[in-house]
Structure formats: C-alpha cells, structure tokens
C-alpha cells in the first residue's frame, strides 16, 4: 500500500525507499516481492532499501504519518486504507501469479494437532466454516449481524471490507489449491533457502484438510 501522493509507480521505484513490512523477516509476502523485485527489475530491495517491522496497524498508521514509504499490510487494513484514498501498488496474488501460480491461494487457515481422535468435531468446524462462507457471499441480510463486528467507520469502508472478504473466499478444487501451493513453496524455498523458508521441499502430507496426500 502507499500514500495518495506517492511517486512509486512500480517495484522497482521502492529503490531507496523505507517499507513497512508486517510480519517480520521471514514474511512470505515479503519474500515474494523480493524475488519479484530481483527477476522483473534487477533490483535488490534487501539491501538497497530500508525496512520497518511491526504489526499491520503500527505500520498502516506509520504509513499515514508519512514514516514509510509503502507498506506491507494484512488485507483488512489494505481495504481500510483504501477507502481514504491510499493505493495498492501490487497484490501477493500478481506477486504469487508470476511465479507460475495459476489461481487464487488461501494464505491463511487453522492449526490443530494430529493424530486426532475427534475428526466429527473437525469436520463439524470445516462445514460450518464453509457454509458461512457461501451465506455471507448469496444473502446482503446475513451481514447484517456481521457489521457491528467489523468496526467499519462508514458504509465505503464497509462495502470494501465485503468486498475484499468475498473475494478470499476460497472456491477451487483441493488438487488445484495444492499443486499452486506446491509451486509457490517450491519457490519459496530456492527464495529463502532453509534458513527462511525451512528444510521441507514439499508441502507437508494432510496440511489441507480432506487431502487424500494424508491417506
């Protein structure tokens, strides 16, 4: 994300420029951009630019004050901040996409423990997960008790949210997810090397649930 104002029109103008970075150094996202940065522009933006770290709202509001020039954000505080003019200057789906991803990626979900012996009540969790999912997405009426949740100002910043929010909502077939998932970890990896990005070459057996890999 970046200011109204701003010059930055590509990856390559954040040579020399301070980025907040939400998540730290070992930020997939921000390895992303790096490797972006390094292939479509020759750019080095480890070492030639300056980092910030912290969590998305220090950052979104240090970005506000004009303390980093861009930064990396969690999508709601992108949504918040675009509401009030600011502009995104790439998404990680393009980052993900240049890489040989071919759809959408879910970049978050749920951890438990394995073996586990209550698979009903995992299975009960997913179902329900999925079925608010698809409500939210076919009812305007189901946000209605949503709203109030989401802390939104005003009805723009409200919209974007939902908008932003159903977006996400993950839609492909569990083999497509995975192959794209086992591109972009591969990718990850050659990145980051086992110091960043861990010793593991493929994606662990069972990391998506219902995945016959786990069979």
Not at 25 to 53: I, N, R
């Amino acid at each position: 994300m970046m200011p109204p104002d701003t010059r930055i029109q590509s990856v390559q103008d954040l040579k020399g420029r301070r980025i907040g970075i939400a998540g730290g150094t070992l930020d997939k996202c921000w390895h992303l951009l790096l490797a972006y940065g390094a292939d479509q522009f020759g750019v080095d933006l480890e070492h030639d630019s300056t980092h910030a770290y912290g969590s998305s709202p220090v950052l979104a509001q240090e970005l506000e004050e004009g303390e980093v020039d861009a930064a990396l954000l969690d999508w709601t505080f992108c949504a918040r901040l675009e509401t009030r003019g600011f502009r995104r200057l790439i998404g990680v789906g393009d980052l993900a996409k240049s890489f040989g991803v071919v759809g959408d990626l879910a970049l978050s979900g749920y951890l438990f423990r394995q073996p586990n012996e209550r698979t009903d009540i995992l299975s009960a969790f997913a179902t329900a997960s999925s079925d608010a999912k698809r409500l939210l997405a076919r009812s305007d009426a189901a946000w209605v008790s949503v709203r109030p949740l989401m802390q939104a100002a005003d009805d723009a910043t409200f919209q974007t949210l939902k908008r932003a929010f159903l977006a996400g909502i993950p839609n492909r077939r569990l083999e497509d997810e995975r192959a794209d998932a086992e591109r972009l970890n591969a990718r990850l990896t050659r990145i980051g090397g086992k110091d960043r990005a861990g010793s593991q070459a493929m994606l662990p057996p069972g990391l998506y649930w219902g995945d016959s890999s786990a069979r």
